[in-house]
């Protein structure tokens, strides 16, 4: 069985900064992309970022470039997310995604959520 598990969420100020972790856990599998969503209260869940299985190729939503940065570590099968120049409008729980590879198949795994507040 394989399990996300995020950290590093919390409040933060307007302009200040929080580094978010999600590792997955679990044997026998392999991980592809990984990625983080949001979702603000009364909103569909968006992508925030996304990154491939090397780690060479990242993308981001365009309200977060510039500003957000996706990374991860293989060996530890952790993927993070550092947030930069945090705005309000960055409110919202924050939840993991991996593309999970077991044998010749791949499943979506979704981490439970970590919240994130930012004051202004």
Do not use: H
Request: aromatic share 10%.
């Amino acid at each position: 069985q394989v399990q996300l598990v995020e950290s590093g969420g919390g409040l933060g100020q307007a302009g200040g900064s929080l580094r978010l972790s999600c590792a997955a856990s679990g044997s026998g599998f392999s991980i592809d992309a990984m990625a983080w969503y949001r979702q603000a209260p009364g909103k569909q869940r968006e992508l925030v970022a996304r990154i491939s299985s090397g780690g060479l190729s990242t993308n981001y939503a365009n309200s977060v470039k510039g500003r957000f940065t996706i990374s991860r570590d293989n060996p530890k099968n952790t993927v993070y997310l550092q947030m930069d120049s945090l705005k309000p409008e960055d409110t919202a729980v924050y939840y993991c995604n991996a593309d999970i590879i077991v044998g010749t198949n791949v499943y979506a795994y979704w981490g439970q959520g970590t919240q994130v507040t930012v004051s202004s």
